[in-house]
């Protein structure tokens, strides 16, 4: 699981990664559920939420590596989720 020793190294972290994932808009359910279980869960030995957080995002070398759910924004892909935002709009769906 991604360990953040202070909100210093976690703030680092999701500079690399965070703010430049296509999944980040206004938070993300992988940081949030780190922020929110990673220091009571890092000794856990069998914790089903251990193992998710392991996974998300794992541990290399001793420090955090990518997210697993990682995925470059690009502008086409900016540009795609503003059409789709357009259209959903002009549907009445809200997201």
Known sequence: ???FSNMTEAEMWQVDNCNKCAH???GCPVDDAHMLFN???CNAKDSPGKVILDLLIPRKDGWNAKCAMFI???KQADYEARQLAK???SMGIKS
Request: proline residues 0%; hydrophobic residues 20%; neutral net charge.
């Open 1 to 3: 699981m991604g360990y």
């Open 24 to 26: 980040w808009k206004d």
């Open 39 to 41: 220091y009571e869960l």
């Open 72 to 74: 470059r924004r690009t």
């Open 87 to 89: 259209y959903n709009e």
